[in-house]
């Protein structure tokens, strides 16, 4: 797991804070809101399994970035299927992940045009730091860690951005969602939690 840097300097005096956070705040909940209209929007998910007629497009985009090396737990991607046009969907740490994605996208047979409109996230060492407390959090809890922490790719994507959390991913059931949620609020610094988590075979 790699970690990234810089994070805004808060306020110094005090009036400085009474006089600033009300548009600082406000500036926080636009972010949000912004976020999760972007995550409305329907769109696959690489690791949902898909029906059994499902068509040899999104079957193979699923495969390739599930494949990719450097997706992670602090990743998420998504994509639509219009025809032979792909759309990249999500929120990655690293350039260079935005960039593997769209590229192994292109080389899919069939695949004729690529929109990459994965964002990537703003470096941050409070976000950093939020990041690594949830993720112990979450992947230390006994009963989620032996169902969910030693596979090859874990399931439940921690997404930070200016101190608000989202979790993304699919888990077994109701519970394992709901358990993941109080871990992560359990974490100290954080603006906001947004359990997006899906149960499998379940949706929502």
């Not at 400085?16 to 409305?40: E, G, H, R, T």
């Not at 991607?77 to 690293?94: C, E, I, R, W, Y």
């Not at 090859?152 to 989202?166: F, L, M, W």
Request: aromatic share 8%; with cysteine.
């Amino acid at each position: 797991m790699r970690v990234f840097k810089s994070f805004p300097a808060f306020f110094a005096a005090a009036f400085a804070v009474v006089a600033i956070s009300p548009c600082f705040a406000a500036d926080k909940d636009k972010d949000k809101d912004k976020d999760k209209n972007n995550k409305a929007a329907a769109h696959y998910d690489p690791y949902l399994r898909g029906g059994a007629d499902e068509n040899g497009i999104i079957r193979e985009v699923r495969h390739n970035l599930l494949m990719l090396p450097y997706y992670g737990v602090f990743d998420d991607l998504g994509f639509n299927v219009n025809g032979s046009t792909v759309t990249l969907t999500g929120q990655v740490n690293d350039p260079t992940l935005k960039d593997d994605a769209g590229n192994a996208v292109k080389k899919i047979k069939d695949v004729t045009n690529v929109v990459n409109n994965i964002e990537v996230l703003p470096l941050s060492p409070n976000d950093n730091t939020i990041r690594l407390a949830v993720y112990r959090a979450i992947y230390g809890d006994a009963s989620l860690s032996a169902r969910y922490a030693y596979r090859a790719a874990p399931s439940i994507h921690i997404i930070v951005k200016n101190g608000n959390v989202r979790l993304e991913g699919v888990v077994a059931n109701a519970m394992d969602k709901q358990i993941a949620g109080m871990r992560a609020k359990g974490v100290p610094g954080i603006f906001d939690v947004d359990n997006e988590l899906q149960v499998e075979n379940n949706g929502k």
